[in-house]
């Protein structure tokens, strides 16, 4: 039977092929859509490996007659910031904090292996504290590190897995230049502080000294954990005391809560928008089909008729006519598959293949669902069809 | 072999009621060539659905081996017409987009029967309606006998006890419509295949063995004619 | 004749009403979301209030400094760099430098607004139409005097002062406090140029005149004389670059900024990474993806209009025996499609407006006035028409020339 439907449809392929190109079209268009939620779902349901509740980014834009002493006025806001009741931890960084639209890399490397590219993170100790990190291998860095040799660093899980691969981590020196190399510390299993639906990458979190720090040395950031239910009462109080400190500081206060939100907002808006579209899309295509199915079946009377007189049962015709439809929709997929087969395979893009094997496999089942819900009306109609009445229209 | 028994059809629509078959009583034995004849509209054609399982009666009921088929689902009336009863229409029926050797193994294909050995039936029936050279061909590039001698070899495919034929000759020239006949006649004589035929053409009625003529929806006749005639 | 070729295509869409539904669907929602995606590109490239004459402004937001090995910074110019050299600019009409806009902080009643701030000479306000709705601009006087005055914009008004007065009134932004002297209609944020919640006199920022790197924070907007002035002007800047690479400090080998408009900067800044102008490229891109997004409507167009004419071969034939002409059967088809497709563009053009109202008001975008592309509607519907006339008038054509009896049985096969 499934041979005679391939029959069927071959010999009627320059009538079909209109509908076998929009099955063509519409699984591309899936298969676009579906990757792309596909990959942002996946980075989504990875851990962030970090707390981001209750923590706040205060961000500093000195003036320029300020700029000689800017070590020493942080370091005063620093002391103001941890007498608040308010503040359970507190650590300075640069821009790049989580969710943040900055970020800082360098290219480290281990041994003879190629160099590769890092987020790098310059923190305080507490900054663990603030995050809530959970360190599995080695320890987080602390005052003993001061004065170490070479800077002691902690990377996490991707960066470890680069560079060392199965070999052990801590205690190794990886090299950033020909004249600088950190020590390994510790590894903390995830850090994912780009946005939720980025991939993790690496990450190395290098300790800030600021004993060490020259005098006009700034960290635009400061990020700090408050109590739960902390508000806009305290966000203030301590604005206006800041500004005491730092007199014509422009100091801007922002939860990492927010920063999530804008972040996610420009993965999930664009991908809404292509949902939408795409959903459009294919409704439009399951009414043509629809339509196009339901005519043809009506021109097809005859030949459901005689099919019937020859001893066809009703659920025989409609099994043949949702068959056709199937058959074409493979058609178009075989087409489909053709060119999608291509991503996964040259790796277009750095979507890992398993994610495009997922999308071929969800657009492909999409499209059958489609043919089969755009054809069980049409061939239901089909089966009615009065066999004596059919034979005699003509 | 099929038997009709008081059988009424009425047609209705809102306004009007039709009444196209009036207390047919008729009984086809087997090895039987049947001929129906009668004006256009007398009722012929929804006598041979009836017969051929397609339509039901508005009342009376169809005995098919001694089987009454009142009570059949549709499932068992499409087996029942696919292995007892051939169909040959005036119009051929053929489905464009299949080769003759495809259109011709249509009814093997609604039963469990392989793909090789339905293309060996197929060819069978063809050549006994000697279009052999022509299996390949679509129906588009054959001529009107042609194509319904592919008809009745796609009859023939299924085996049948019984060919129920509505104007075979119909669309034919006098010649083309000879051929298509001498097949029916030889089947019926050589093979013992069952057939009642539908047609205009008193020629070609008393060509078979027994005449059954119709008007306004009632049998007004019903002869035997002599063997011998051929 | 016209008046009864309507009258049978309107009494065709009536009796097929599941086909008329599906291309009055097809074409409607195609030329929505057509309709939708350019009056975003509108909204972020096309003139728009503040930047209404787009033909004649340039705008001066990158500077990108070569430091040999590879190795490049770029940013924002400073004020020293855009007042130095490009205030000094002899081509255009007048030039306006103002500072990027900086997130700030400010308090009320214990409720916290962030707000955008920009330090804009008073050049900014002539060559920008902004929509006042209440008092006025800062002009030369409050710019040199560095006068603690602000313009705010709509919602800012609303958020702090409320319904009650806001003219003269105090506004305490970053713990500075302004008077109000203007409030304006909102400026849409990806208008990066011009968008800010309050706007303060430039020389409030004076403490950043002294820095003589070359980058910074502010920006520049050029106002041509006329439309023709822009090769010029580009021109002129070119050289002010060169001549600055040339004077520069020793570190540095070479700078590069151009003055762009507003899509020109943009394609220069993401397809381009701040080197080539992509603007091609980048409509290039954007053509592709409208062709595919149209593609699979147009398939679906031909599709349904080959059925419906094909299934309205024995009327062809019917006509014909009644003595119709290949002509009349033509035109009777032409009129059909060329009435549903208006028929569905008058429902997209519906929709369209219906979306974007809903989307100005939902707030997705802020402070976005999106509104329709007039110019785009038509291509849409035109290239609808093209399509509609291809697919539902050619079958016909070649069902006309049938004889008779061949299409009254059903048409070619």
Redesign the interface.
Known sequence: ?I??LF??IW??KKSNF??I??MF??FM?LFAVISFVLYNYHNYKQPLGINHQNVWQLSF?P???SMGQAKAIQEQMMQRIKSFPEVEAASLAHNNVPFAFSSMSMGVSYGNKESVETNNYEVQDAYKDVFQLSVDQGRWFGPQDAVALHTSVVINQVLKDRLFGEEEALGKQIKVDDSTSYTVVGVIPHYRADSEFAEEEPALFRRINLEQAKPDQLYASLLIKVKPGTG??F??KM??DL?RIAK?W?????TLEKMRQSKSKLTW?PMAAMGV?CG??IF??A??L???L???I??RY??I????????????IRNQFVGEVLVMATFGLLLGLLLAAQFPLLHVFQLSAEIYWQGIGAAALLIFLLAIVCAVYPSWQAAKI???VA??E? | MIQLQDIEKVYRTKTIETVALHRVNLHVERGEFVSIMGPSGCGKSTLLNIMGLLDDPSSGQVIIDGQPVKTHSDKQLARLRNEKIGFVFQSYHLIHDLSVVDNVELPLLYRNVSASERRKRALAALEKVGLSARTKHFPSQLSGGQRQRVAIARALAGQPEIILADEPTGNLDSVMGDEIMDILLRLNQEEGTTIVMVTHDENMALKTNRLVRFFDGQQVADSRLVEAQI | MLKNYIKIAWAVLLRRKFFTFISLFGISFTLMVLMVVTSLFDHVFGPQMPERETDRLLFVNNLREEQGEGYSSSGPPSYFFLDRYVRRMQTPEKVSVHSVFNPVNSYIHNKKLALDIKHTDQQFWEILDFHFLEGNPFGAQEVKNASRVAVINQTTRKNYFGTGPALGQTIEVDQVKYRVIGVVEDVPVLRIHSYADVWVPITLKSQEFKDTGLRGGFFATIKARQAADIPKIKEEYDRIIQEVSRLNPKETKQVHSFADAILESFARAFPGNGKQDKVTFLYTMMALAAFLFMLLPTINLVNINISRIMERSSEIGVRKAFGASSNTIIGQFVVENVFLTLLGGLLGFLLSAGVLALINDSGIIVYSQLGLNLRVFAWGLLLCLVFGLISGVYPAFKMSRLHAVEALRGGSK
């Open positions: 039977m041979r005679h029959k069927l010999n009627r209109l509908l190109t929009e079209f519409s268009v834009r003036n320029a007659d806009v009462v966000e203030e604005v206006k500004s014509d422009t100091i801007e206060v922002t808006v579209v459009f899309l439009n295509v009414l043509g629809f339509g196009v339901w005519y043809n009506n021109r005859s030949e008729g005689l099919r019937r007189a020859l001893g066809a049962t009703t659920r025989q009065h066999p004596a034979l005699h003509e």
